[in-house]
């Protein structure tokens, strides 16, 4: 490590430049003197550590951020094996999310459908400050959303559209009864109150664009989401959130960058400042001002899609208002607090009483007190304002600086016990470090450039202080090599002790970002096995094979099919013609646990169906040319799955074939 | 494992059906049994053998198929680490793939573009009946295709749709040599070798409906599919493949099932019969029929998308005949075997003297001998015909018989010292036998309902008999729960001694049906690190950001943008307008590995790119309305990743804005 060790001191703007541009050399370089670290880091009995024996469960479930591909991975912890993909933001081929005819609406936006979103932070619903494990919010960072996932079900459903917001980036993040999820834009655009279409020349940056902060109220019951509240703010790249707790609770805090308000070439232009600013918000006071009716309504157009827990049905609202407050008018509510530039994590320790903010080119890492925080507001010991909003002073707020920290700070999560651990995305390091004292404890090197990191429940009042995982942004040679695009990785590092010891190294799933760590028994008793044929309200469901059909209106047909190991009900369909618009309409019968089945027909311009039991899903289907089209179950269900296939006949166009279905003789022709 | 066990006697077909059905139930009531067999079957030093230390290297690749995700999953082998996804026959939102203008293509088919597929059966090329780690073939069963994996960039590079051919499953197997993959329909279909539409009335299935199996040659240096001939054959279903070595080796086989030719219900109508077939085909005698002049030309419309390896463009040719050999015609060319009813997989064994077909509802699994085999067709030792292609004599062919291996015989690889492993679906087991005296000599429980299984090698001449892996099609309580739907599970098996020992259950993507698993040597050296930014020959690559413009024509409108740490050249773009078709050409400008950049545009309803160092990828935007829309790189590249970023302005129809685009001060406006 000494070469990079050496940069670690206070090095000019330049300089700290030129040095992240050379570290991927410096890693090639300096491989063999990070192997010989590695070794003494690493747990003596690491592989007993995170083996699971074959039929045991895992301790922990993780929930990572899929990054660009738009969805969450979830893993075992402490194996590492990746469980699931929940699809969120993005059409998911494999189960026919975003491509059937009951998922589509999900992806419904002001902008169109749009099939993809970049999603970088899961965060789980908390009551009384700590997790518990009911949903998961998690935001898309492209076209502004944040969607819920119901952890019985481990679905999506719900997609809140955010308008007036552009790189949904310092999003979801909860309150501590989960009463508001906040959702705030990572750049500035335009923002036209009173509804014109917000556009404008890009060398009026400086003076036109403009932020906004979002609060989503949470139905505490049902989960569902509903976008309250704005509140507008200066043009300033919002990066990222947290929530206070204790004595904080009441407060939200945003990092801000480019307070230098470039437009262009921000690599550079957005480096200029001394100090960019922690924006804290009184998010109890806004809602009180809200509800004194301080908030101004202005026109905005934009989607909120649910999933209807009966009918698997996902369906959209268009809203067409939002309110929004302006801080100018709201004395109390918004505070800015300088702190070294280009800031990426704001994260408030489990007592609520520091604000750790880690400032990407900055060599020491403040930590802020909310008590003086507080003293500072009542004394205003202010050193200015912006629009309004007043500017506290940086040396009334701090606390402490963790000194000589590393290179590149960008996130801290905490054990319960006292420590604190920052990833060092330059130095490749995650540092640990004491709230007592703000020494620096203990580092680890990882393999390469550590994002974020999570500690379970390590945003929350009730830190379990057993492992921490770095998400690192470069791989390399840590896995055999898969060609030029290579996996992520992570790494699972024991923080049960004084020092940390690496246990693990796992490829993870397109990009991980953030990510929440819960115990199993938080989550797994609430998981559901399979829906109830009972209680399946599709307007389209038939619930006995008796029932199966097939109903012609015009050139729109709907085969009402049933699907039952190991056979398909009708298995024969004749009377389509070229031009028809078909539906296929799957009940799966089954109500036992882990049998799904699997539905496509050749040639279809779509995905398959995966229906659960008890569910009923639809394949959409334009049939452009006569023959003979093979239909199966894509899920290998049964011993005799291969057999479980059928044919629909599809005559040209102005022939009249009959209509005529059935199976075998349980079903003779109509 | 009682219960199981007493089921395992010849059972009438009733019962057996009865004993499928009864399955799950059993398999619930019977875990504490499962549980308490399988403490004994585990490895002792399980954790040890599986953990890879971090920085450490897997030993062998697996190739997993994705099933019904159409894609291939790559796994470290032994940690069940999953190493990366490729993309085959499903758009890929997560790198752009089918979405975006460079790879559209690839998924073109003469019914459109079709965004999905169920891929079963990856197999490795061969050379000298050896896996040689060049490329991957892989078979898309819904809408039938072929498809080429490079493994020097793990990119699939080719894709080839097989006409006449439903149900692609008996796909894809290799010659030993790679002359030739074959492919066959599983489902029959109407074929009318005139070219007018293969339709026809359902009642007509035993009449019309025909199978094909198809042989496509293999360019021995590009690696390039040819569809050079099909083969005509009843209309039987064809289940499953596997080429001679050896002796054999000019030889291929292929199981049938539903010679009873049922059209509907077939999990009872294609039961009926004692016994299906295994037919046998001369590939060597085919290939030279078709060489002198014996096949017929049929027209036909398929597609055959590649890849180009410089501009990284896919491109489509529409093929418009294919020719075709009628076995009747060719004498020698095609037996038929009597084999077990439902036959499912056909494997030879190392030496090539032995076919192994396993019936699923037989309690029996028939070993044939290929001399046998020879002599009874020297001897015309025939029992009739099939439209022409004799069949042989049971009992002539039959070499061996293993006697109560369990219930349901799927699948069987070799180890390579003289045993063989099948599979068993219904008593969810591994069972080894022996390759000398044909009796079982070890079985271990599997959890649960095991399909395929592989052995690195176990296909080939050569096997690597350490371990085995069962892919398993029923999970349940495996692992934490995770709602309705669940992963799949694999299972590690240490195959090294005498006794078979469990190692490891790891969950898996999507549904894996056939895996290869190969030694890392023989792969790792081929990967490359990142495209030669020199030979990239992309229409509207940009080499240096002095070349990055955007230019109009009519309303396309061309952005000519690079990328690398941490800006994109320009990044201010005005004069866009609504209605416009915009192409964002971004080239990665670096040069080094494991710095792909991703681009995405707030809003656009498709997909992001992610572009690897030295390609250029193109995302199509049609803005709908007017305003200020960010994009953004969407892979943490770097320390000042998050300023990677830039607007477009649109303006509204009929507004005239000026064309204009920069970055910072390195391009003025123009």
């Given at each position: 490590?000494?070469?990079?060790?050496t940069?670690?001191?206070?090095l000019?703007?330049?300089?700290?430049?030129?040095s992240?541009?050379?570290?991927?050399?410096?890693?090639s370089?300096d491989?063999?003197?990070?192997?010989?670290?590695?070794a003494?880091?690493?747990?003596s009995?690491?592989?007993s550590?995170v083996?699971?024996?074959?039929g045991?469960h895992?301790?922990?479930?993780?929930?990572?951020?899929?990054?660009?591909?738009g969805?969450?991975?979830?893993?075992?912890?402490?194996?590492?094996?990746l469980?699931?993909?929940?699809p969120v933001f993005?059409q998911?081929?494999?189960?026919?999310?975003?491509?059937?005819?009951?998922s589509?609406?999900?992806?419904?936006?002001?902008?169109?459908n749009?099939?993809?979103?970049?999603l970088?932070h899961p965060?789980l619903?908390?009551?009384?400050?700590q997790?518990?494990?009911?949903?998961?919010?998690?935001?898309?960072?492209?076209?502004p959303r944040?969607?819920?996932?119901?952890?019985?079900?481990?679905?999506?459903?719900?997609?809140?559209?955010?308008?007036?917001?552009?790189?949904?980036?310092?999003?979801?993040?909860?309150?501590?009864?989960?009463?508001?999820?906040v959702?705030?834009?990572?750049?500035?655009?335009?923002?036209?109150?009173?509804?014109?279409?917000?556009?404008?020349?890009?060398?009026?940056?400086?003076?036109k664009?403009?932020?906004s902060?979002?609060?989503i109220?949470?139905?505490?019951?049902?989960?569902?989401?509903?976008?309250?509240?704005?509140?507008?703010?200066?043009?300033?790249?919002y990066d990222l959130?947290?929530?206070g707790?204790g004595?904080?609770?009441?407060?939200?805090?945003?990092?801000?960058?480019n307070?230098?308000?470039a437009?262009?070439?921000?690599?550079?232009?957005a480096s200029?400042?001394?100090?960019?600013?922690?924006?804290?918000?009184?998010?109890?006071?806004a809602?009180?001002?809200?509800k004194?009716?301080?908030?101004k309504e202005?026109p905005?157009?934009?989607?909120h899609?649910?999933?209807d827990?009966n009918?698997?049905?996902?369906?959209?609202?268009?809203?067409?208002?939002?309110?929004?407050?302006?801080p100018?008018?709201?004395?109390?509510?918004?505070?800015?607090?300088?702190v070294?530039?280009s800031p990426?994590?704001?994260?408030?320790?489990?007592s609520?009483?520091?604000?750790?903010?880690?400032?990407?080119?900055?060599?020491?890492?403040?930590?802020h007190?909310?008590?003086k925080?507080?003293?500072?507001?009542?004394?205003?010991?202010?050193?200015?304002?912006?629009a309004?909003?007043p500017?506290?002073r940086?040396?009334?707020?701090?606390?402490?600086?963790?000194?000589?920290?590393?290179l590149?700070?960008l996130?801290?999560?905490?054990?319960?016990?006292?420590n604190?651990?920052?990833s060092?995305?330059?130095?490749?390091?995650?540092?640990?470090?004491?709230?007592?004292?703000?020494t620096?404890?203990?580092?680890?090197p990882?393999?390469?450039?550590?994002?974020?990191?999570?500690?379970?429940?390590?945003?929350?009042?009730?830190?379990?202080?057993k492992?921490?995982?770095a998400?690192?942004?470069?791989?390399?040679?840590?896995?055999?090599?898969?060609g030029?695009?290579l996996?992520?990785?992570?790494q699972?590092?024991?923080?049960?002790?004084?020092k940390?010891?690496?246990?693990?190294?796992?490829?993870t799933?397109?990009?991980p970002?953030?990510?929440?760590?819960i115990h199993?028994?938080?989550?797994?008793p609430r998981?559901?096995?399979?829906?109830?044929l009972?209680?399946?309200s599709?307007?389209h469901?038939?619930?006995?094979?008796s029932?199966?059909?097939?109903?012609?209106?015009?050139?729109?047909?709907?085969v009402y099919?049933?699907?039952i190991?190991s056979h398909m009900?009708?298995d024969?369909?004749e009377?389509?013609?070229?031009?028809?618009?078909?539906?296929?309409?799957?009940?799966?019968?089954e109500q036992?646990w882990d049998v799904?089945?699997?539905?496509?027909?050749?040639?279809?311009?779509?995905?398959?169906?995966?229906?659960m039991?008890g569910?009923?899903q639809?394949?959409?289907?334009v049939?452009?040319r006569?023959?003979?089209f093979?239909?199966?179950?894509?899920?290998?269900?049964?011993a005799?799955?291969?057999?479980?296939?059928?044919?629909?006949?599809?005559?040209?166009?102005?022939v009249?074939?009959?209509?005529?279905?059935?199976?075998g003789?349980?079903?003779?022709?109509?």
């Amino acid at each position: 490590m000494s070469t990079i060790q050496t940069l670690k001191t206070k090095l000019p703007k330049a300089a700290l430049l030129a040095s992240m541009a050379a570290l991927p050399f410096m890693q090639s370089c300096d491989m063999g003197d990070r192997a010989t670290a590695q070794a003494s880091m690493m747990s003596s009995d690491a592989a007993s550590k995170v083996y699971v024996e074959p039929g045991k469960h895992d301790e922990l479930y993780g929930f990572l951020s899929g990054g660009y591909n738009g969805q969450v991975s979830v893993y075992g912890i402490p194996s590492g094996r990746l469980l699931k993909i929940v699809p969120v933001f993005t059409q998911h081929a494999e189960n026919g999310y975003g491509y059937s005819e009951e998922s589509k609406a999900m992806l419904n936006t002001s902008f169109g459908n749009v099939p993809w979103d970049d999603l970088h932070h899961p965060k789980l619903s908390r009551t009384d400050g700590q997790t518990d494990g009911r949903w998961l919010f998690v935001n898309g960072n492209n076209t502004p959303r944040i969607a819920r996932i119901d952890l019985s079900t481990f679905e999506t459903v719900e997609i809140l559209e955010i308008p007036n917001s552009a790189g949904n980036h310092c999003s979801p993040y909860p309150t501590n009864n989960t009463e508001y999820v906040v959702a705030g834009t990572r750049f500035s655009v335009p923002i036209n109150t009173d509804g014109t279409p917000a556009e404008a020349g890009l060398d009026e940056y400086k003076e036109k664009f403009r932020a906004s902060l979002s609060f989503i109220k949470v139905d505490k019951e049902s989960g569902d989401m509903n976008l309250d509240f704005q509140i507008m703010m200066p043009g300033f790249d919002y990066d990222l959130a947290n929530g206070g707790k204790g004595p904080s609770e009441d407060w939200i805090f945003f990092t801000t960058y480019n307070t230098e308000k470039a437009g262009t070439l921000k690599e550079a232009g957005a480096s200029q400042n001394d100090k960019d600013f922690l924006a804290a918000v009184n998010w109890k006071l806004a809602e009180k001002y809200v509800k004194e009716g301080k908030a101004k309504e202005m026109p905005a157009n934009y989607y909120h899609n649910k999933l209807d827990k009966n009918s698997h049905i996902a369906k959209s609202e268009v809203k067409k208002s939002v309110r929004f407050l302006d801080p100018a008018d709201c004395p109390g509510m918004v505070y800015l607090i300088p702190v070294p530039k280009s800031p990426h994590g704001i994260d408030t320790d489990p007592s609520g009483e520091y604000m750790v903010v880690s400032g990407k080119l900055a060599s020491v890492i403040p930590v802020h007190s909310f008590s003086k925080m507080q003293k500072a507001i009542k004394d205003k010991d202010f050193i200015g304002d912006v629009a309004g909003i007043p500017i506290l002073r940086y040396e009334s707020v701090l606390h402490a600086e963790v000194k000589e920290p590393g290179l590149g700070p960008l996130h801290t999560e905490f054990d319960g016990k006292g420590n604190a651990y920052t990833s060092m995305f330059v130095s490749s390091e995650v540092v640990k470090w004491s709230l007592k004292d703000f020494t620096v404890l203990d580092r680890i090197p990882v393999y390469y450039s550590v994002g974020h990191l999570v500690i379970p429940g390590g945003d929350t009042k009730d830190p379990y202080g057993k492992y921490l995982i770095a998400m690192n942004k470069i791989t390399k040679d840590r896995y055999l090599p898969t060609g030029p695009e290579l996996a992520h990785s992570a790494q699972l590092i024991d923080i049960s002790g004084d020092k940390m010891k690496l246990l693990l190294d796992f490829p993870t799933v397109a990009e991980p970002h953030y990510a929440q760590v819960i115990h199993a028994d938080k989550v797994a008793p609430r998981s559901v096995k399979f829906y109830e044929l009972e209680k399946n309200s599709h307007p389209h469901a038939v619930k006995k094979e008796s029932e199966a059909r097939v109903e012609r209106k015009g050139n729109v047909v709907r085969v009402y099919q049933t699907a039952i190991r190991s056979h398909m009900t009708p298995d024969n369909i004749e009377g389509i013609h070229v031009g028809d618009t078909v539906y296929f309409h799957v009940t799966n019968l089954e109500q036992d646990w882990d049998v799904p089945h699997g539905f496509a027909i050749m040639g279809a311009t779509n995905a398959e169906l995966l229906i659960m039991p008890g569910a009923t899903q639809t394949l959409k289907w334009v049939p452009t040319r006569p023959g003979i089209f093979p239909m199966y179950c894509t899920d290998f269900c049964s011993a005799l799955h291969q057999e479980m296939q059928g044919y629909v006949r599809v005559s040209p166009k102005g022939v009249n074939t009959p209509l005529k279905y059935y199976t075998g003789e349980q079903k003779p022709a109509l």
